[in-house]
């Protein structure tokens, strides 16, 4: 899916600043350089994902807002080595769950 093929091409990203391949000017070797460029992106387009909710922006916004975060947080995963399908996994794990039960259970546990 759609999620794949950004993973796909943001490791093919990270793979060509592992080689020094200085290819073309691409956002997201600069993220995978600046942590806190990236921490610091993904903290505000998740700020502008909630003031499409708070300030009652269009639907379209939102939809893009989620996107940036989506994309962001994608590049994220990449620097710590991680694929979504762990993400995906977690949250398969969880669907028989409610959220109440799980953060009962975590709490729980210290
Ligand atoms: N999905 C994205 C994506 N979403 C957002 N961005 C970039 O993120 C940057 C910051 O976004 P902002 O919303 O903050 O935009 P801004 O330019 O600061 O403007 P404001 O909204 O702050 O006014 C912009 O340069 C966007 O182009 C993305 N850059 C790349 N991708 C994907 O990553 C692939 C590889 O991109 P490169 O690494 O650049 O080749 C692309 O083909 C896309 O599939």
């Known amino acids: 899916c759609t999620l794949y093929s950004l993973e796909s091409t943001i490791s ?40 499409t909710l708070e300030e009652i922006e269009d639907k379209s916004r939102t939809a893009l807002e989620m996107a940036d975060v989506l994309y962001h947080a994608m590049v994220l995963l990449a620097n710590k080595d991680l694929k979504i399908e762990a993400v995906m996994q977690v949250l398969r794990q969880r669907f028989s769950q409610s959220g109440v039960e799980e953060k009962r259970g975590r709490i729980s546990q210290g």
């Open 12 to 51: 093919q990203r990270k793979a060509e600043l592992a080689a020094e391949q200085n290819g073309k000017p691409s956002w997201t070797k600069r993220l995978l350089l600046d942590n806190k460029l990236l921490c610091s992106k993904i903290r505000e387009e998740a700020d502008e994902l909630c003031r």
